[in-house]
């Protein structure tokens, strides 16, 4: 089977266990969320998942890209797969417990000195979660990504439902009924705290629905295996932090540096809302990352692997720019997935969705530091891109608010894209099609451009133009790519 329809099939079925959770959670919850709660109260969600996402990567310590690398060099992938499981299980563990024992002075340290629960929710979501990763990385490693992408589903749909049963349906029947059995389990004063909850019960459900994946096969732990995967995966733990550092800490940095402490929540709020538009940009590199790192590791046994990856370079481009396009061409309905009052942080939108990107496109490129077992440099990079986002948030931040987060980001990931490149060229040289990846670039931003100096009054007229600026964008592909898809095609 031709190796780019492969990695499509593999990604789009991926897609429905990410693409699709995502999107219901973007297309209900946002919205949702972004109508019952105040400015303020939004702005709590946003910076306490945004120290989810930085642990996350802390508990993980990138024993997941480790699993993929040693299931494809050692002959017992069981072995492979039981020890990396142990090692999250009991590593996650020590965490539930130490956060569970200083919870209120954690609680204090980051202001929630009221709500130390907040910290409880999260270190059980957190270690829940970590545990579940070598499973769920197992799953893609033998491309069950069926069941894969079920229990994904079924994740965000019960967390969904219990967000609308808790914030939506109780407050009606109480209103109705003071005296219904619903003030067993609700009370008005959890208020966004139902939100954490909600996620919750939803992980717990998911670590159920894996333990026959965890059980299947003897848990045993092979030590020097381990030290052999700690030694290849302490490398990506420093790029995961680092990464996480470029993605999540513009939520916390605008809570300290924000020039007018009083209204700080409130401003975070209308940059987590405006940065979830992006989120269509952020599903594909996430979904593509699913189907790609197995896929890259498999490929590389083959003779044409490079140009393999140059082509699936160019076409994640190409599907990249469609949805920049897609996004901001379209942004007047867009912009309707979140509240009136979120929407004066539009202008952040098109920086963001390039920044991210910028980030799938270094992805595509760190394939040469993970294949040559040189994932230090990895680290290197990484480490530089959170420098740069530390730097230009202490310094934008106070002048120009969020907008110095967003160019933060878009400044990061495009310098992290460009060494990475660079250093690639020396040590795993790729033949990418640059004419047509800047080509196609030039073509995108130059048709959003045009876009931007059209101020027609009517809205229906201004999405016709949009419209035929995006068929034109389309278009152009499919007439230069044709005869690639031909030969894929007769492949």
């Keep these: 089977m031709n190796p780019l329809k492969q990695l499509a099939g593999q990604t789009a079925v991926y897609g429905m266990g990410t693409i699709v959770p995502r999107m219901l959670n973007y297309l209900l919850l946002t919205p949702f969320y972004t109508r019952i709660f105040q400015l303020g109260q939004y702005g709590v969600v946003t910076e306490l998942y945004a120290y989810v996402a930085f642990l996350m990567v802390l508990l993980?310590?990138?024993?997941?890209?480790?699993?993929?690398?040693?299931?494809?060099?050692?002959?017992?992938?069981?072995?492979?797969?039981?020890?990396?499981?142990?090692?999250?299980?009991?590593?996650?563990?020590?965490?539930?417990?130490?956060?569970?024992?200083?919870?209120?002075?954690?609680?204090?340290?980051?202001?929630?000195?009221?709500?130390?629960?907040?910290?409880?929710?999260?270190?059980?979501?957190?270690?829940?979660?970590?545990?579940?990763?070598?499973?769920?990385?197992?799953?893609?490693?033998?491309?069950?990504?069926?069941?894969?992408?079920?229990?994904?589903?079924?994740?965000?749909?019960?967390?969904?439902?219990?967000?609308?049963?808790?914030?939506?349906?109780?407050?009606?029947?109480?209103?109705?009924?003071?005296?219904?059995?619903?003030?067993?389990?609700?009370?008005?004063?959890?208020?966004?705290?139902?939100?954490?909850?909600?996620?919750?019960?939803?992980?717990?459900?998911?670590?159920?629905?894996?333990?026959?994946?965890?059980?299947?096969?003897?848990?045993?732990?092979?030590?020097?295996?381990?030290?052999?995967?700690?030694k290849y995966a302490f490398p990506l733990l420093i790029v995961g932090l680092a990464g996480m550092i470029n993605e999540v800490s513009d939520k916390v940095f605008l809570k300290y540096l924000l020039p007018f402490p009083e209204t700080a929540m409130q401003q975070l709020?209308?940059?987590?809302?405006?940065?979830?538009?992006?989120?269509?940009?952020?599903?594909?590199?996430?979904?593509?990352?699913?189907?790609?790192?197995?896929?890259?590791?498999?490929?590389?046994?083959?003779?044409?692997?490079?140009?393999?990856?140059?082509?699936?370079?160019?076409?994640?481009?190409?599907?990249?720019?469609?949805?920049?396009?897609?996004?901001?061409?379209?942004?007047?309905?867009?912009?309707?997935?979140?509240?009136?009052?979120?929407?004066?942080?539009?202008?952040?939108?098109?920086i963001v969705l390039l920044a991210n990107l910028f980030l799938g496109i270094f992805f595509n490129l760190s394939i040469w530091y993970k294949l040559n077992n040189i994932t230090r440099y990895g680290a290197y990079i990484a480490l530089l891109g959170a420098f740069i986002t530390v730097l230009l948030n202490v310094i934008f931040i106070p002048v120009i608010g969020y907008l110095g987060s967003a160019l933060a980001h878009f400044a990061c990931y495009f310098t992290m894209m460009v060494v990475s490149f660079f250093l690639g060229r020396k040590f795993f040289p790729i033949n990418y099609n640059l004419k047509a990846i800047f080509g196609y670039f030039s073509l995108a931003l130059t048709l959003y451009y045009i876009s931007t100096l059209l101020h027609i009054e009517s809205q229906t007229y201004h999405l016709l133009i949009n419209t035929i600026l995006m068929l034109i964008f389309l278009s152009i592909v499919f007439f230069i790519e044709k005869p690639n898809f031909s030969k894929s095609g007769a492949n």
């Excluded at 992938?77 to 299980?89: D, K, P």
């Design 269 to 350: 709020g209308i940059y987590g809302a405006n940065f979830k538009l992006a989120i269509l940009m952020t599903l594909f590199i996430q979904m593509f990352r699913f189907a790609a790192e197995p896929f890259f590791f498999a490929q590389a046994k083959e003779r044409n692997s490079k140009k393999v990856y140059a082509d699936v370079m160019k076409y994640f481009v190409i599907f990249g720019l469609i949805i920049f396009l897609g996004v901001m061409l379209y942004i007047d309905i867009v912009k309707y997935f979140i509240g009136k009052e979120f929407r004066e942080g539009l202008n952040i939108v098109p």
């Design 60 to 230: 993980t310590y990138g024993m997941e890209t480790a699993f993929f690398r040693f299931a494809e060099t050692e002959k017992n992938t069981a072995r492979v797969y039981s020890t990396s499981l142990i090692s999250l299980f009991t590593t996650s563990i020590f965490f539930i417990i130490v956060v569970l024992i200083f919870s209120q002075p954690i609680a204090d340290l980051i202001q929630y000195s009221s709500n130390k629960e907040y910290v409880t929710y999260f270190a059980l979501i957190v270690g829940i979660d970590a545990i579940c990763a070598i499973p769920f990385a197992r799953l893609r490693q033998q491309n069950k990504a069926s069941r894969f992408a079920i229990i994904k589903i079924i994740n965000v749909s019960v967390n969904i439902g219990f967000n609308f049963f808790f914030l939506w349906l109780c407050p009606i029947l109480i209103a109705n009924n003071p005296e219904s059995f619903v003030n067993i389990i609700y009370s008005e004063d959890i208020g966004v705290g139902y939100a954490f909850i909600s996620n919750l019960i939803a992980t717990v459900i998911t670590l159920i629905l894996l333990i026959p994946d965890i059980y299947k096969i003897k848990l045993i732990i092979d030590r020097d295996l381990l030290k052999r995967m700690l």
